[in-house]
């Protein structure tokens, strides 16, 4: 149906800025997509981006166009949805969405198996620690391992992940041990945090008698890449709070050693975001279902 193809191109065209961006979302080539652009406005008779050397923009037409077409691939995709729940070989493409670690350990190694039971269904998986735009990014699924904003999507919630603060031996001989949730806010201890834009964790709560304790921590190194936050304390270069999961191997070689056990942070809510009609469609479920399953068994330590 090259129509329709020539509407999603045009849609992911308009939400990813570029004609090059958007076909390769679409696993299509520049010069095809480029194509299907050209054969819509020949069929509409309009024109519907305007093309400079640096930038490609929407016209006035073709931001109201984008507006009703994008009702009716949704209208479509649903419709597609529901006459795939009367099959037995459900098919189509699910867009995935997981922070760096979680997704490699819990989710990227699932993936195979899925598509082993389900051939039909096509499985495009993106790993990034940063905050995505479900919608701008086109995600259908959107797994997440900490806070959940506020928002009108569908939260299901899939396992609590115990955190540690963790160090090396080398480090605690050099720096000391601390012994209360205060002694990381000397200025002998370095944090390693995690941070990038709109970075929830400028700061880590602790759990203790008296209930959770906010920290201002202050560091030399953050990055947007949890990994990272952990080779850095297996080198002795500071503490880094991280899901139990994530060091359980260097913590039982003792390549690093919990610190403060008595106060930990407070666990980090692993589970997954979605529209609220994501979930009609038996694809989106079967994944989810089969995701949630694999991961609580790969994450329950």
């Known amino acids: ?101 979680i997704g490699r350990r819990a989710i990227a190694p699932h993936i195979p198996d899925f598509t082993d039971l389900y051939p039909g269904i096509d499985v495009r998986l993106r790993l990034t620690d940063r905050r995505i735009d479900m919608f701008e990014d086109s995600i259908d699924l959107a797994f997440n391992l900490g806070d959940f904003p506020d928002s009108d999507l569908k ?41 990038y834009p709109r970075s929830p964790e400028y700061f880590w709560t602790l759990q203790t008698k008296d209930g959770p304790q906010k920290l201002d921590v202050r560091g030399r ?25 994530d060091v359980a191997t260097a913590l039982a070689a003792g390549d690093l050693v919990e610190v403060l056990p008595d106060t930990p942070p407070l666990p980090a809510r692993f589970g997954c975001l979605f529209a609220h009609r994501t979930l009609q469609d038996p694809k989106m479920r079967l994944f989810l279902d089969f995701i949630a399953d694999r991961a609580r068994a790969s994450l329950s330590l």
């Open 1 to 101: 149906m090259p129509y329709l193809e020539s509407l999603r191109v045009f849609l992911r065209v308009v939400e990813l800025g570029s004609i090059t961006a958007g076909g390769r979302d679409l696993r299509l080539t520049p010069a095809v997509a480029s194509k299907r652009i050209k054969e819509l406005e020949a069929h509409l008779g309009v024109r519907l981006f305007n093309r400079t050397t640096r930038r490609l923009s929407p016209t006035e037409v073709g931001r109201e166009f984008y507006t009703h077409a994008r009702r009716v691939i949704a209208a479509l995709d649903e419709a597609e949805a529901v006459a795939a729940g009367f099959s037995d070989n459900p098919r189509g493409t699910i867009r995935v969405a997981a922070p760096l670690g």
């Open 155 to 195: 939260l299901r919630l899939i396992l609590d992940c115990p955190r540690v603060l963790v160090a090396s031996p080398g480090y605690l001989a050099q720096h000391g041990t601390p012994a209360h949730p205060e002694d990381l806010l000397r200025d002998a201890h370095n944090c390693l945090l995690l941070r």
């Open 221 to 245: 190194f953050d990055a947007d890449d949890g990994d990272v936050l952990t080779d850095w304390a297996r080198d002795g270069r500071g503490i880094a709070n991280r899901p139990r999961f």
